[in-house]
């Protein structure tokens, strides 16, 4: 249960990232779209991903996550990557609105991983894959928003 709540919780997280996206935006509407779309494919996984958090091993899943899920969210942060600078350096998760709730929710994200992994085997193994393709999913969403956004990422300083 504390698994599949924790997925909910990161969806909705996901939806609140979203709801800022006309927010000071600076791309085209293909780009828009395009980000759109793929951030709510990976809202109606996160359900399938639920789905099977919440059914006992040996059941039949209504849905399920596939190796394709995982190839999909893989292009997608190539995609995105690939147009972006190197980090060279630690970010600080901040910048746009909607980036800012990205990274909020790739943090979510990771302790469903960490829920997962306390299951010891009692889930798909590519359950635990997908969730953690879908952190630098999120990671990497984050900081393309914030490529289009008048925000600057804010590098990490190390205190002495």
Known sequence: MEAYGTCDEANAMVGFALSHLNDNLKWSIKERKEFQE???IVQNLLFHVGSELATPKGKNVAWQISEKHIKDLEAKIDEWD???EPLKQFILPSGHPTAAALHNARTIVRRAE???VSLNGETS?????YLNRL???LFVGARYVNKFSSYEETILKIQK
């Open 38 to 40: 793929s951030v709510e």
């Open 114 to 116: 960490r829920i997962v």
């Open 135 to 137: 952190s630098d999913y």
């Open 82 to 84: 690939n147009q972006l």
């Open 125 to 129: 193994p590519t359950v635990l894959t």
